[in-house]
């Protein structure tokens, strides 16, 4: 420690989120974080040749982890935005998502984002879910969660009309879950996950460069298989 040798190896703090299925999620038996971003950033750490040290936390504190500096990378599932733009630099794009619907099997009202006038709508604060429905569904009762598990579980209780979220784990949910809701509509607004770092760091160009390179050599798609293939 402290020597500084030209080949010692950087050893970065990495930000994640600790429930966002299948990205970023608690092994109970491991007690090790895993998933898709887990694997990326990982694969990106091994290709730029650096270390990565990854802290788990709410979905918030990595978004002000980064305006604040306090960590090196953040990776979440985070959408880049214009407005995030201001305060976090960002990757270049390494996932296309966008926002879905979900309903509980039985319900026959919801078709659709049209259907949402007068229902309660559940999504995770400070996601661009919540800000998508505050634009666009001002009449819906929104609900927000500090997680949201506590959504899904409210929605298939009858506490809740719909769930609005990323279709990625909105899609694993519903796979996942004993089969209890499903999904409506079409993707609403797509999105696309950067990778999060402070205002200019200088790991965004290593970081680029590392994930053009493992996208080239078929690392990416490995990945990806892994947590979405079928
Ligand atoms: N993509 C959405 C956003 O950036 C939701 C991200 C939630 N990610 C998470 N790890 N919980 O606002």
Not at 42 to 60: H, N, Q, T, Y
Not at 122 to 131: D, Y
Request: charged content about 30%.
């Amino acid at each position: 420690a402290g020597c500084n040798t030209g080949d010692a190896t950087e050893k970065y703090t990495v930000a994640t989120d600790n429930n966002f299925v299948p990205f970023e999620f608690l092994n109970e038996e491991t007690g090790e974080m895993e998933g898709f971003d887990i694997d990326l950033i990982k694969a990106i750490a091994d290709e730029a040749g650096f270390e990565v040290e990854i802290e788990s936390m709410k979905f918030d504190g990595v978004v002000s982890g980064m305006q604040s500096g306090r960590y090196d990378i953040g990776i979440a599932g985070m959408t880049i935005t214009e407005e995030r733009k201001e305060t976090i630099d960002f990757s270049d794009p390494y996932y296309d998502a966008g926002l879905m619907i979900a309903v509980n099997k039985d319900n026959e009202e919801i078709k659709s984002e049209d259907d949402l006038a007068g229902k309660k709508v559940g999504t995770r604060s400070g996601t661009t879910s919540e800000e998508y429905i505050k634009a666009n569904h001002p009449d819906a009762d929104l609900v927000t969660f500090p997680g949201i598990v506590e959504a899904y579980m409210d929605l298939e209780s009858g506490r809740l009309d719909a769930v609005m979220y990323d279709v990625p784990n909105v899609q694993y949910y519903v796979a996942n879950d004993s089969a209890k809701l499903k999904t409506v509509g079409d993707i609403l607004q797509g999105e696309q996950y950067g990778i999060a770092f402070p205002k200019d760091s200088e790991l965004v160009e290593d970081v680029n460069q590392a994930l053009e390179t493992i996208i080239e050599n078929g690392t990416y798609d490995d990945i990806y298989e892994k947590w979405f293939g079928e």
